[in-house]
């Protein structure tokens, strides 16, 4: 046989293939190829599993990150309930406290109102007995004057001398005696 192979090389007019003809240089750079492929693809899935991996730690901080924000904007919002409900008892009490305080001011106003009618009233009504006592002693006068000038003028007119002596000197015993 390995005469036959020597006949096959040596045939005439069959010349050696070229370089891209050559079968075995397509094995070269089929292996060669392979092997880059082989490299960079055991490679490449490093590369692809650590840009998720790093994909996926962003993520994950993305979503640490908005459960710390959902977290404080919850608490705030409780705080703000909290702030709403407070002012809304402080709001009532200040709105009972200033129904309470203007009850107690009207019946206050009312008592100093009746109060002062009661104090009027009873000034009146002094001023009217005080005026009727002035009025009656003022009558009283002129009708004490009255009377006293119609006697003496009666009496000057009916009493003679001798009368009138006498009322004179009894009215002076009279003055005496008032005085003592």
Same mark, same amino acid.
């Given at each position: 046989?390995?005469? #036959?192979? #020597?006949?096959? %090389? ?6 050696e293939?070229?370089f891209?003809?050559?079968?075995? %240089? ?5 292996? #060669?190829v392979?092997?880059?492929?082989a490299?960079?693809v055991a ?11 790093? =994909?996926?730690?962003?993520? =994950?901080?993305?979503? &640490? ?6 977290a ?10 909290a702030?709403? &409900? !407070? ?5 009532e009490?200040i709105?009972? @406290? ?8 009207v019946?206050? %106003?009312?008592?100093?109102?009746r ?14 007995? !005080? ?8 009558? @009283?006068?002129?009708?004490? @004057?009255?009377? #006293?000038?119609a006697?003496?003028?009666?009496i000057?007119?009916k ?6 002596a ?7 015993a009279?003055l005496?005696? =008032?005085?003592?």
């Open positions: 046989m390995a005469e #036959t192979t #020597t006949a096959i %090389t040596e045939v005439p007019g069959h010349a293939p070229d891209l003809h050559n079968p075995e %240089t397509w094995v070269y750079l089929s292996i #060669t392979f092997l880059l492929l490299v960079f490679k490449a899935p490093q590369l692809i599993a650590k840009a998720l991996d790093d =994909r996926i730690a962003a993520v =994950r901080r993305q979503l &640490d990150e908005a459960k710390a924000i959902r404080e904007a919850e608490a705030l919002l409780k705080g703000a309930q702030s709403r &409900d !407070a002012a809304t008892k402080d709001a009490a709105i009972a @406290r200033a129904h309470s305080e203007a009850n107690e001011l019946a206050e %106003t009312e008592n100093a109102a109060l002062t009618i009661e104090r009027r009233t009873a000034a009146a009504t002094a001023k009217i007995a !005080a005026a009727e006592r002035a009025a009656e002693g003022d009558l @009283r006068a002129e009708v004490a @004057r009255r009377v #006293t000038a006697a003496a003028a009666l000057a007119a009493a003679d001398a001798g009368v009138q006498k009322l004179a000197d009894d009215a002076i009279g005496e005696r =008032r005085l003592h």
